[in-house]
């Protein structure tokens, strides 16, 4: 936690991309993605990028080491899915532990090589914890507004496991990201709270909310000021916003948590909006110089890519943000 604190206020910390964008070039297919060990599973799993971690490992660290080449400090787990709740989907809860386990190995050894050629700048990993697929707000089901397709005590319990496997598999950082509805992150900081009482072991937790369209709230209805205002009694690493939202709508957003957050800010944009094939257009320069105005404001202290992002992203932001200073954080 230190050295990350004294990395964060001497400059700017880069974070990678996006994987799904990248494991898309692969062109994958269902026999890739069942591998040897789930040859004989009885359904799907094509589409479960997460599941790659064990059946195609040298893809995973090869994305790894593109971003990490590309300028990345910091590089995500291939985890955003890997809870039991989310896995439930091709049957695969029993499978959340390993592999988160072993999603963090991976991104662990190539963060290791990287800081060995350049014990100067160090790598970190942080463990990605994705909101899963269900919402403890919101009702799915319109003609029954009390209704909630999960709890608070089953997502906390999901996100405990998914948090103990990441740790155990040598993450520096836990990302509870693209947050929609914030009941959800509480859950999982309440799982890493639960965590780090057991371990007796402070860990650093960086939160990144969503803002879901141009209404500037979260799906649940939060602007970016109440998003801040109901987490952060939580000593936090970093608080931001990734997905959605191209750099330049995302913008007043960010500006609206650096003026009041205590915390470090992290921003991901997505490469711009999606076309009419849902595919993002927004070249690295497009991106690296929209990207640039929160650096000229010093609005950030992390900043990488979401959705549509490659290491050509990540390298041209990189390279932008080494003219700039990061945000002084704000005391209280």
Aim: aromatic letters at 8%; proline letters at 5%.
């Amino acid at each position: 936690m230190n050295q990350l604190q004294q990395l964060l206020s001497r400059r700017i910390l880069i974070l990678d991309g996006a994987m799904g964008t990248m494991l898309q070039a692969y062109d994958f297919s269902e026999e890739d993605f069942r591998g040897d060990l789930f040859s004989h599973w009885e359904v799907p799993l094509k589409g479960n990028n997460d599941l790659l971690s064990l059946t195609q490992p040298a893809a995973i660290k090869t994305i790894h080491q593109e971003y990490l080449e590309a300028g990345a400090d910091i590089i995500e787990t291939n985890t955003f899915s890997s809870t039991r709740i989310a896995l439930a989907d091709y049957r695969l809860e029993d499978y959340a532990y390993q592999l988160n386990l072993e999603s963090a190995r991976l991104a662990r050894e190539a963060a290791q090589e990287y800081t060995a050629q350049t014990p100067d700048q160090p790598r970190f990993v942080a463990g990605a914890m994705g909101p899963t697929n269900k919402t403890a707000s919101l009702s799915p089901d319109v003609n029954n507004p009390g209704f909630r397709a999960i709890s608070f005590d089953q997502l906390r319990e999901a996100y405990y496991e998914q948090a103990k496997g990441l740790l155990d598999g040598g993450v520096d950082i836990l990302l509870v990201e693209t947050v929609f509805d914030t009941l959800n992150a509480k859950a999982a900081l309440f799982a890493i709270d639960q965590l780090q009482e057991e371990t007796q072991k402070a860990i650093p937790i960086m939160l990144s909310g969503t803002i879901t369209d141009a209404s500037g709230r979260t799906l649940s209805g939060q602007t970016p000021e109440a998003f801040l205002i109901s987490v952060e009694h939580i000593p936090l690493l970093s608080i931001g916003f990734n997905c959605a939202l191209g750099p330049r709508q995302l913008t007043p957003h960010i500006e609206a948590l650096a003026k009041n957050a205590s915390f470090c800010i992290s921003a991901y944009p997505n490469a711009g909006l999606p076309n009419a094939f849902g595919a993002y257009d927004q070249s690295p320069q497009e991106m690296a110089q929209e990207i640039e105005t929160y650096l000229q404001k010093e609005l950030v202290n992390i900043v990488g890519g979401c959705c549509g992002t490659t290491p050509e992203h990540i390298k041209a932001i990189s390279e932008v943000a080494k003219k700039y200073t990061p945000r002084p954080i704000k005391t209280q």
